[in-house]
């Protein structure tokens, strides 16, 4: 990668210094990305990039912080981008007092299996991959009509923190990924679409045909659908919808919008039930099957796993170190800087408190709704209230069959739901964005499309 930041930071710290700029922040990140794409078994929307950019913050002797973001990393491009920064501090907020986090000089935590970092495979490799792949699935069945969702990419890249404190810290990581989500239709019925993602640390441990087939399955199951009657049912969420579900409403455990009071919580929901008791809800940035760990925010505040909901009691909110220290909590590591520092999770992982023998499995349960995927997550969702009324790809569960379902949404209240959880799944499965089991609710309305 071209971008050395030991050179960027020594540049930075004299371009301050002749501009009389005593404290500074900076958080950055290059990464260098090779994709391709497949259509009609032909390579299609090749690409090959290098991006970069920072984001610079600066004090002035009010203590008011001036901010900008840059991606022209020349030293023309960081002398503007103090002088945008220095300017614009004289407009910053009197009231919010942003500081260098208290764990800025902190070590970030060692992994013992930390990737090491290869050379990114070429588009010509990731080319013949993604063609195959598209290859497999079109043949499969003349029901295939086309993939017109597929990409192999793999990437490195380098996140950087340092400020004018003496503060360095640098993380390097490597991912690769491929999607596939295909069209197929059978005769006199509406076109289907279903598909699959997958991670892996690099190219070489990815499995692309794998992804290909579970996408062949995923949709295959749909083909066969019928309509759902309205009603009140009891839900079954797969790991991957269930997570997703949680992100929408991530604001119950943000500090940020706690003090913005954009939150479904507030500064006096610590140590209150808000859940299943056998549900518990962690974020865990370092946990050994994240492929995409990352190992400080951008203050440079190390992460480390944060218990957010135990035995269904919520235990802790996702903080800044301006958020920790005006609710008078610990740093979390979930800052992102900007004009406003805001949070958000990093890796959330569901699990049950208990370890139960008796495994349940929805197919010899009756009268079911099991959802695989929900979509219009932006605008069927009301953060601030926690209600949601999302469609959904799922099936129809009854009499030892799995029917998939025409179209249909599933409605209801976030909190409520949490408290709805009837069972937990003692299998956890490893996402993209997570790790849970399945989880089961009492009871949710779904209508049909």
Same mark, same amino acid.
């Given at each position: 990668m071209s971008l050395h930041i030991e050179h960027l930071k020594s540049e930075i710290q004299k371009i301050a210094s002749e501009k009389s700029i005593y404290?500074?922040?900076?958080?950055?990140?290059?990464?260098?990305?090779?994709?391709?794409?497949?259509?009609?078994?032909?390579?299609?929307?090749?690409?090959?990039?290098?991006?970069?950019f920072l984001i610079l913050r600066v004090w002035n002797i009010k203590h008011q912080v001036g901010v900008t973001r840059t991606s022209n990393l020349t030293n023309e491009g960081l002398r503007e981008a103090f002088d945008l920064a220095k300017s614009s501090s004289e407009f910053g907020s009197l009231e919010n007092i942003y500081e260098f986090s208290n764990e800025c000089q902190k070590e970030i935590q060692k992994i013992e299996n930390k990737n090491e970092i290869n050379k990114i495979a070429t588009i010509q490799d990731l080319v013949k991959e993604v063609i195959a792949a598209e290859e497999k699935i079109l043949n499969y069945s003349d029901k295939?009509?086309?993939?017109?969702?597929?990409?192999?990419?793999e990437s490195i890249s380098s996140r950087?923190?340092?400020?004018?404190?003496?503060?360095?810290?640098?993380?390097?990581?490597?991912?690769?990924?491929?999607?596939?989500?295909?069209?197929?239709?059978?005769?006199?019925k509406k076109t289907r679409q279903s598909g699959q993602l997958e991670i892996a640390k690099n190219f070489s441990s990815l499995d692309v045909s794998g992804c290909a087939e $579970?996408?062949?399955? /995923?949709?295959? #199951?749909?083909?066969? !659908?019928?309509?759902?009657? =309205?009603?009140?049912?009891?839900?079954?969420?797969?790991?991957?919808?269930?997570?997703?579900?949680?992100?929408?409403?991530?604001?119950?455990?943000?500090?940020?919008?706690?003090?913005?009071?954009?939150?479904?919580?507030?500064?006096?929901?610590?140590?209150?039930?808000?859940a299943n008791p056998e549900f518990c809800l962690l974020d865990?940035?370092?946990?050994?099957?994240n492929i995409s760990s990352i190992y400080f925010d951008e203050e440079g505040t190390p992460t480390r796993e944060v218990t957010i909901i135990e035995n269904g009691i919520l235990k802790s909110f996702i903080h800044s170190s301006y958020?920790?220290?005006?609710?008078?909590?610990?740093?979390?590591?979930?800052?992102?800087?900007?004009?406003?520092?805001?949070?958000?999770?990093?890796?959330?992982?569901? $699990?049950?408190?208990? /370890?139960?023998? #008796?495994?349940?499995? !929805?197919?010899?349960?009756? =009268?079911?709704?099991y959802i695989e995927s929900l979509s219009a997550l932006h605008a069927g969702v009301n953060e601030l209230q926690g209600s949601f009324s999302l469609p959904f790809d799922g099936f129809y569960i009854n009499e030892n069959k799995k029917i998939s379902i025409e179209a249909a949404t599933v409605a209801g209240d976030f909190l409520a739901l949490l408290n709805d959880i009837s069972y937990i799944h003692g299998e956890e499965v490893v996402t993209p964005n997570g790790v849970s089991p399945e989880i089961w609710v009492k009871e949710l309305s779904i209508t049909g499309l």
């Open positions: 404290k500074y922040d900076v958080y950055g990140s290059q990464k260098e990305e090779n994709s391709a794409s497949a259509k009609n078994k032909e390579p299609f929307s090749l690409t090959s990039s290098i991006r970069a295939f009509k086309s993939v017109p969702y597929n990409k192999v990419s950087f923190y340092f400020n004018s404190d003496g503060a360095f810290k640098v993380e390097n990581s490597q991912m690769s990924f491929c999607y596939f989500y295909p069209l197929a239709q059978e005769i006199e $579970k996408a062949i399955v /995923k949709t295959k #199951n749909h083909l066969d !659908y019928a309509p759902i009657k =309205n009603g009140k049912y009891t839900v079954i969420f797969s790991p991957e919808a269930f997570l997703d579900l949680i992100n929408a409403f991530s604001n119950f455990m943000n500090a940020q919008n706690i003090l913005d009071k954009k939150s479904l919580s507030h500064k006096e929901s610590i140590g209150k039930q808000i865990s940035p370092l946990h050994p099957k958020t920790a220290k005006v609710l008078e909590s610990q740093l979390t590591g979930h800052a992102h800087i900007g004009s406003k520092v805001t949070v958000s999770p990093h890796y959330l992982h569901v $699990k049950s408190n208990k /370890k139960s023998s #008796n495994t349940k499995n !929805y197919l010899e349960e009756n =009268n079911l709704i």
